[in-house]
């Protein structure tokens, strides 16, 4: 079985793993559970891989392995006179982060489960103790409140505690069932990548937000790693202030060189998909000492404010037009004293591009999702647009097809922007026609997106499509920077030849009268017949 293969296995046996907790609710509350138990199946096979390597004891069966590792973690034992216990919990927590006793070890509460001596409290037990560790050994912060959404209690579970207990047990035991490890990180990465999209599928506008699909991501993702000028072209630092799963940063990451070079840092306001970003990049390798996720939000006040506060690359699909608080105090806020004016209260979209923009190295490039709206908008809005084309921070501005979000179905664009541009020129490209037509949303092709990028790299006109605007040609357009006054897609109508016309008509009139010919003859051809004939008489 090829590799491509494995993988669309694996997503589709931990899609159907959830069919416990299908029935009792909606797909936004039960990506908590699901989500949640994966990644502590995670966790608990990966405290054993590096008990191993501690120990060099990489050799050992999984039961020969977990044995060593429940003897070594007795308060009792004892090698050379030191306490295993000490040493183990110390190689653990620098080594991961965390640790995990043997008792809340994923395939112990399972044991327990195949046994019928499960209770529902042994899970609530081991999550939380993961989450702060025991004994005063702490885990690292990034592990504090990780699985706060995981509610063993609720009654959407089921009405009773046994209810709720066999619907834990039945997705526990459907996990288990599945070879998550037999594959390496990428493909286990790229399987809860894939959850994650189909619960944003599943959700629809209630709770996708938390996704911004991997066609998007791939655009901006190009883009922001794109000839990188300076000496190190490694990009080190990326920075989303609404990051969401954290699906945007680690499409970024694909596009490096050696993304272990790279230091992760994001803002989330909705604690529930804070959790999930934090469990997705860990899923996806990266360790806790190089993400630095915090649960804020990002307009209410500025963060991050120590060192970094500026990135290679900051990427963002913030909410829409969403209300904020611009209270005059805030024209004091660095990010956005130079321009004068507020976003206005009803429309945050400015407020989160100035917050990009101020937190972006003077080499780097930040790619921006928002609504067409910002490009044309005027008052305080249009104040802000002249500004940062006269500042010429603008490099590019992207069109998207309708209707490629889970959240939203109104039109979008990518803006590219930059603190160090070579020239004053803004590129156009007008996207929006060119997608792939799906069910419920439409999708942007492999060659739709190569297209994009193309065009974004190589900064050239293309006909119906892309345009290279001067800055003296948007002064014109007093910085209005609606894409149809720059890229022009009418498609004029067909010249229409009058004679062709007029042969077509008399054609037709010609045949119309050798049809009534032919049936007129075929009238008198008729033989009259009597109906009220009596063939008996």
Known sequence: ???????????????????????????????????????????????????????????????????????????????AGYKTRDITIKGLLNKNGYHIEPADLYSTLVEKIQSHEFELEQLDTALHNLEISTNGQNSHSDFAGLF??????????????????????????ALNNIDLFGHDGDVLGDAYEYLIAQFASDAGKKAGEFYTPRQVSDIISQIVTYQRDTGDKQIRTIYDPA?????????????????????????????????????????????????DIRNGDTLDKDWPVEEPYQ?????????YSTPWDNSESRLADPRFRDYGVLPPKTKADFAFLLHGLYHLKTDGTMGIVLPHG??????????????????????????????????????????????????????????????????????????????????????????????????????ENDFNLNIPRYVDTFEPEPDIDINAVKQNIQNIDTEMHSLQREIDAMAADLVETDVNTNDHE
């Open 1 to 79: 079985m090829t590799e491509k293969a494995q993988s669309s296995q694996l997503e589709q046996s931990l899609w159907s793993s959830a069919n416990a907790l299908r029935g009792s609710m909606d797909a936004s509350e039960y990506k908590n559970y699901l989500l949640g138990l994966i990644f502590y199946r995670f966790l608990s096979v990966k405290a054993l891989k590096a008990f191993a390597e501690n120990n060099h004891l990489q050799n050992l069966t999984s039961d020969e392995l977990k044995a060593q590792y429940t003897q070594y973690l007795d308060s009792n034992n004892e090698i």
């Open 148 to 173: 706060a959404d995981v509610d063993l209690h609720s009654n959407k579970l089921g009405g009773s505690i046994r209810q709720r207990n066999q619907a834990i047990s039945e997705t526990m035991l």
């Open 243 to 291: 990051v969401g799963s954290g699906s945007l940063l680690l499409n970024v990451a694909e596009h490096v060189d050696n993304p272990k070079l790279i230091q992760y840092h994001g803002q989330e306001k909705n604690t529930t998909t804070y959790n999930l970003a934090r469990m997705n990049l860990m899923l996806h390798d990266v360790s806790y000492e190089d993400m």
């Open 311 to 319: 990135f290679d690359a900051v990427v963002m699909n913030p909410p």
């Open 374 to 475: 910002i490009l044309f908008r005027g008052a305080k809005e249009g104040k802000i647009r002249q500004k940062l084309l006269e500042d010429n921070r603008i490099d590019a501005v992207i069109g998207l097809p309708a209707n490629i979000f889970h959240s939203t179905n109104i039109t979008t664009l990518i803006l590219i922007l930059k603190k160090d541009k070579k020239d004053a020129n803004v590129m156009f490209i007008d996207a929006s026609r060119e997608f792939e037509k799906g069910k419920n949303q439409n999708n942007l092709t492999a060659d739709n997106i190569q297209k994009i990028v193309k065009t974004y790299k190589e900064r050239k006109d293309v006909d119906k499509y892309a345009h290279v605007a001067t800055y003296d040609e948007i002064k």
